[in-house]
Nanobody
Framework: VQLQASGGGLVQAGGSLRLSCTTS????????MGWFRQAPGKEREFVAA????????YYDDSVKGRFTISRDNAKNTVYLQMNSLNSEDTAVYYC?????????????????WGQGTLVTVSS
């Protein structure tokens, strides 16, 4: 499975971006998906996750109310809508495919990872 993330870029604080992640196979093959991020000098951290049917979602507290994860299984794509961005959101964002069908916050439960897309928020 290959994942291609896109949509990153430079945005001013308070602005919005939408990240996309397209997989090389049908995501309706019962896999949950997630977004993680890694800021410079920090560990990778969980951002958001969604179950394979989209019925369950989880968010880190730092993005709750600002970010929205969604998916379109017909397009093999998962999205991350990011609003009200601030400098602490600056990071490389990675999408991943879970081993199970559920939404999980644990990075060890993800089997495939994309190459990452850089989001830079200027203050």
């Amino acid at each position: 499975v290959q994942l291609q993330a896109s949509g990153g870029g430079l945005v001013q604080a308070g602005g919005s971006l939408r990240l996309s992640c397209t997989t090389s196979r049908r995501t309706s093959s019962n896999n949950g998906m997630g977004w993680f991020r890694q800021a410079p000098g920090k560990e990778r951290e969980f951002v958001a996750a969604i179950s394979w049917r989209g019925g369950s979602t989880y968010y880190d507290d730092s993005v709750k109310g600002r970010f929205t994860i969604s998916r379109d299984n017909a397009k093999n794509t998962v999205y991350l809508q990011m609003n009200s961005l601030n400098s602490e959101d600056t990071a490389v964002y990675y999408c991943a495919v879970a081993r199970s069908s559920g939404a999980t916050t644990n990075s060890n439960e993800y089997a495939y990872w994309g190459q990452g897309t850089l989001v830079t928020v200027s203050s």
